[in-house]
């Protein structure tokens, strides 16, 4: 059960007594984003009559906003709303339940309930406010891809058939089966391999002999459960052990390059991407598309197993683009792996101009605006990695990177939001249509 409403915690005396500074950008936020076209959203996700009252959606949606703001763990976050006034107001947390108001182990239970499509709901509204008050402008298009990296240790083959028995020795502690393996065995191989880095192949070889036997075994006694939830919730395990072996088995036949490799037990959506710079040469993660206007908010953010080919991208995410704003930009700023006879044709067709790496691509009248918005999407997809969250994902799985994403969206463009109204580069018109 859930509240569909909310109320505002706070009387005018509290917030004279406790918020000395009212140009604080949590004030601001707290009055520009809009809590109840989202509370509106995600009540859907709760039963209204049935159940335990539930934490308020406001408060819910506050936390994992701020979470995100200031890159906070969930455990963090909690402490902050504890000992900071402002991140309390803007939560909407009264003093009365300060203490108690909420585990950190909520957090997760309510992304959970939530998924990918109610995370999405909260950064839709809020970007939809943002842009019908006029704050984001469609100008033009700027488009790029990076990697999302997942939280994952440097792998390497003996590494993954290592971790592959720890995996195994979870199930057979899950299904109270004892081990059917030589642990000891496991162990001094793998201090033998550490020990000695000359002979990679040798070692290889003598971890897959081990992890085949152990493998057929363990593809036994998952057939052989009753059905129930352990043998659903292991069923993926043995699928991507299967690939594991069959990718090493290619590995000790010489085979260099594997289409789709497994580089995680952890993390089975994540893949060795190659990267147009120099170092680092590899990220393991996820595809992570991106396009901002000129202003620099994110309009669009995908993420994808492996790395599609840039020219595939170019016009879904132009179209994702012109959805979002509903309007076409008047041009599209891209790099040399967005270029293709046929992206020109579209680019020429839908825009006025168009920058696919070559200033050629340009009339001379565009080309200066053109080149500096290139080298601005540099800078921006650099402060989404470096400065909002977007380097590296906490969560597991392409759903728990689209999870990471959309909130990271939603942080990325408030703080955005922030620099423009604080420099006051928006018009008294806008900041009175954002503010609620």
Known sequence: MIAQTFQDAFSP???KTHLPDPTNELITLRHIIPW???IDRLVPFYNT???RTGQPLRTMVAVSLIARLRQ???RRVIKEIKENRYIQYFCNVPDAILKTCMHPTTLSTFRKRLGIQGITFIEEEVFTHLRDAHAIE?????QDSTVLESSIIYPTDVRLLYKAFDKMAIFAKQAQIEPWWDQAQIKKLWRAHNLDGSKPLAYLCAFHLLFEAALETFAEYQQNLPDGSLKTQSQPLLDALLILDEQTQLKLEGQTHIP???VSLDDLDARPIQKGKRHPKTEFGTMLQLSFNRQGFMITAENFIGKPDDKKLYAPTLERFRKRMGASPSGAVTDLGYRSPKNLRLSHEDLDWVLMGERSDVEEAHQEAALKARSATEGFIAVAKN???FGQSLYRGLEGAT???SLNQCAYNLKKLLQLYHSELLSEQTRMALRL
Do not use: Y
């Open 403 to 405: 999870i990471w994403t």
């Open 13 to 15: 005396q509290w917030l």
């Open 72 to 74: 906070f763990s969930d």
């Open 49 to 51: 009559q049935k159940g």
């Open 138 to 142: 469609t100008d033009m298009m700027l």
């Open 260 to 262: 789709g490799r497994l």
């Open 387 to 389: 400065l909002r969250g």
């Open 36 to 38: 109840q076209a989202i």
